[in-house]
């Protein structure tokens, strides 16, 4: 910017000129397509309780962003920030004036803050680690265009049989995630009811998309559950693994899917996942990379 940045609070009103912004650093760094959904900006920059603020350039466009919310976990008072600087206005101290003014958690009456990225640069995992921020979680954003290409052919296991999600199976659907993520950090240890409705309660599951995989014995080995536009979850029993049974059951989600229509797929899988490259061979794509920060100590 030519003149000294002149920041001002952001109000629901200022949406359009987030979105703009958001849609330009989506073109610029990759990552998650939501980044620009208007009811995905308005939870981080009007949400209830929190704050936002930006800054202008002469010709009135909105070239940096940043808010803070508050967010209740267990009764602890904790704080989430988010920040978006143009790529043509970088270079300039407008991230680094951001994440100085983010990293306040009594801003909103915290006392801790975890900031949020849903597209990680080199540039910002700089000014992240020059200002003391330690990586807390990381997932790669990767992508089949179903309208371009057909899903490689892999036929499942001998003996196994793929059944849709219904009522009657969502237990045994249950029984097989468990399985498969209970060992993983930060698995949330919910009931069935609370994954069941995780799972279920959007407008966008797909029951037809999402299967379970039964073998000649009547065991459950492993799942897949789809949305519009994502697979959700894949997951195997540790015994189960090695046989080629998640892939099998990935591309048979996919081939539903575009059999129905659906012109793309995205996934997320955690950055220390060895399924990103199982992904990446049947032929997903990278968009990007969602990573949270906290301070050190």
Do not use: K
């Not at 703009?20 to 989506?26: I, T, V």
């Not at 306040?104 to 700089?126: C, H, I, K, M, N």
Request: net charge negative; charged share 25%.
């Amino acid at each position: 910017m030519d003149t000294e940045p002149n920041w001002r609070v952001l109000t629901a009103d200022d949406l359009p000129e987030v979105a703009a912004l958001a849609r330009r650093c989506l073109a610029g760094d990759g990552g998650l397509p939501l980044v620009a959904d208007p009811s995905f900006l308005a939870r981080r920059f009007a949400a209830d309780g929190g704050v936002a603020r930006g800054t202008f350039d002469p010709a009135g466009r909105l070239v940096a962003a940043g808010a803070i919310r508050p967010q209740d976990n267990n009764g602890v008072r904790r704080a989430v920030a988010t920040g978006l600087v143009d790529p043509a206005h970088r270079g300039q101290g407008l991230g680094g004036a951001l994440l100085d003014w983010m990293l306040d958690p009594a801003l909103v009456g915290a006392d801790r803050v975890t900031l949020e990225t849903e597209a990680l640069t080199d540039r910002s995992s700089a000014l992240f680690a020059a200002r003391g921020l330690r990586q807390t979680f990381a997932e790669d954003v990767l992508r089949f265009d179903l309208a371009g290409a057909e899903p490689p052919r892999i036929d499942l296991p001998a003996g196994l049989r793929v059944r849709p999600w219904s009522a009657e199976l969502a237990e045994r659907f249950f029984a097989v995630y468990h399985a498969a993520f209970a060992g993983r950090p930060g698995f949330p240890g919910w009931s069935v009811g609370q994954w069941v409705e995780w799972t279920t309660d959007d407008e966008d599951f797909r029951p037809q998309w999402s299967l379970l995989g039964t073998d000649e014995t009547g065991t459950d080995l492993g799942f897949v559950t789809a949305a519009v536009g994502w697979i959700v979850q894949v997951g195997v029993r540790p015994q189960a693994r090695g046989r080629g049974l998640g892939a099998a059951l990935v591309v048979e989600a996919l081939r539903r899917m575009r059999a129905d229509g659906s012109a793309e797929a995205l996934l997320d899988v955690n950055v220390d996942n060895p399924a990103v490259h199982l992904y990446r061979r049947l032929g997903f794509t990278d968009l990007g990379r969602r990573a949270r920060f906290e301070p050190a100590g």
